[in-house]
């Protein structure tokens, strides 16, 4: 089976910090994908980010940045130089080869203070 | 954006009435997906569709059905609603296949409400 999870479940900054939000997941296939979503304040999911099993290269886009590591099981998510607009919940997500569901980890409320 | 539109936006009902939620995509894409948002659960799959008539169970199924006899159309209909019920409820769609990337994107969501 698989499962996601995210520790965190709230976290609070403010403005300038950076801020990592953990994500460690579960599965015995060996090709799966891990997502990011973003949940601002509006209500839409916005999608963010895919990496998949064969690729453990980290990412940056912009003031962000993804952590994936296969030893650890986990795909972080960090925050440069936080800003307000970044308040949102985040989610993390697995999607395993050969199915087309995902498994979307309970979300972490990021709070960003001026 | 992806083109997904969800109707209605916001939904007040009676327990036991039936009510049938709405997706509509204009990506022709082949999976189609009905999520419910809750407070401590985060995103939990309901039904989800692989093609025309052809759907499949996903976490949360009881309660619910789906069908799809439109490629652009997904409706999700709880036949006798219940306050359990009372959610925020997401479609989403993805091209997906072997070699799909699995995004999947997000409609706007449906405010259920079940009094």
């Known amino acids: 089976a698989q499962k996601v999870t995210q520790v965190q479940t709230e976290i609070s900054v403010v403005e300038k910090e950076d801020v990592t939000l953990d994500c460690v997941y579960e599965?015995?296939?060996?090709?799966?994908?891990l997502f990011w979503y973003k949940q601002p304040p509006s209500g839409e999911l916005v999608f963010l980010i895919r990496?998949?099993?064969?690729?453990?290269q980290n990412e940056i886009s912009g003031r962000y940045s993804w952590n994936f590591q296969k030893s650890t099981s986990s795909f972080n998510f960090t925050i440069t130089a936080s800003q307000v607009v970044d308040s949102a919940v985040y989610f993390c997500?697995?999607?395993?080869?050969?199915?087309?569901?995902?498994?979307f980890g309970k979300g972490m409320k990021l709070t960003v203070n001026p | 954006d992806a083109g997904i539109t969800q109707s209605p936006r916001h939904k007040v009902t009676e327990t036991g009435t039936p009510v049938t939620l709405r997706c509509h995509q204009t990506?022709?894409?082949?999976?189609m997906y009905w999520y419910r948002q809750d407070p401590g659960h985060g995103l939990r799959l309901i039904h989800y569709?692989?093609?025309?008539?052809?759907?499949d169970k996903g976490e949360v199924s009881d309660g619910y059905s789906v069908s799809r006899s439109k490629t652009e159309d997904f409706l999700l209909t709880l036949e006798s609603a219940t306050s359990s019920q009372t959610s925020v409820y997401f479609c989403?769609?993805?091209?997906?296949?072997?070699?799909?990337?699995?995004?999947?994107?997000f409609g706007p969501g449906t405010r259920l409400t079940v009094t």
């Open positions: 989403a769609i993805s091209e997906s296949g072997w070699d799909s990337k699995y995004e999947q994107y």
């Open positions: 599965t015995r296939d060996t090709t799966y994908y």
């Open positions: 990496r998949n099993s064969f690729d453990e």
């Open positions: 997500a697995l999607g395993v080869g050969g199915s087309e569901k995902l498994v």
């Open positions: 990506e022709n894409h082949r999976y």
């Open positions: 569709s692989y093609g025309v008539k052809d759907t």
